[in-house]
C-alpha cells in the first residue's frame, strides 16, 4: 500500500504563499497513477482542492483557480500544491491522497483510497 507523507503547512498572512509537499513511497503511483489535493475546514467536510493524472493533466477547485498549483517531482518521488495569494478561507487541514490506477484527475473522496494525515495550513493577520 502506498504511503503518503504531507509537510509544508503553517500560519501565513493573508496574500501570503506557501509550497505543501507530499511524499510518495511507490514510484508507479507517482508516475501512472492519480494523485489530489484535499482540504478540511473547521466544522465542515473535506473538499477536492487540485489533482493531477498520470499524463500530467490537472483539475481544480472553482475557489483556487488561479491561485494553486499542483505538480510533482520524480527525483524526490514528492507531489507538490504551491499556493499563493492566500486568504482567511484557504485555513484548513490539507491531505495529500492517490489512487494506482484512474482515467481522469478527479476531485471526489470517493475516487482516492490512499490517504496521508495531513499538515495545517492556517491564513490569518
Known amino acids: 500500500e502506498v504511503q503518503l507523507v504531507e509537510s509544508g503547512g503553517g500560519l501565513v498572512q493573508p496574500g501570503g504563499s506557501l509550497r505543501l509537499s507530499c511524499s510518495v513511497s511507490i514510484y508507479r503511483v507517482l508516475s501512472d497513477g492519480c494523485l489530489g489535493w484535499f482540504r478540511q475546514a473547521p466544522g465542515k467536510g473535506r473538499e477536492g482542492v487540485a489533482a493531477m493524472d498520470g499524463s500530467s493533466r490537472t483539475t481544480y477547485a472553482d475557489s483556487v483557480k488561479g491561485r494553486f498549483t499542483i505538480s510533482r517531482t520524480y527525483a524526490m518521488s514528492t507531489l507538490y500544491l504551491k499556493m499563493t495569494n492566500l486568504e482567511p478561507e484557504d485555513t484548513g487541514m490539507y491531505f495529500c491522497?492517490?489512487?494506482?490506477?484512474?482515467?481522469?484527475?478527479?476531485?471526489?473522496?470517493?475516487?482516492?483510497?490512499?490517504w496521508g494525515q495531513g499538515t495545517q495550513v492556517t491564513v490569518s493577520s
Open positions: 491522497a492517490a489512487v494506482a490506477d484512474c482515467s481522469t484527475p478527479s476531485l471526489l473522496m470517493a475516487d482516492y483510497p490512499s
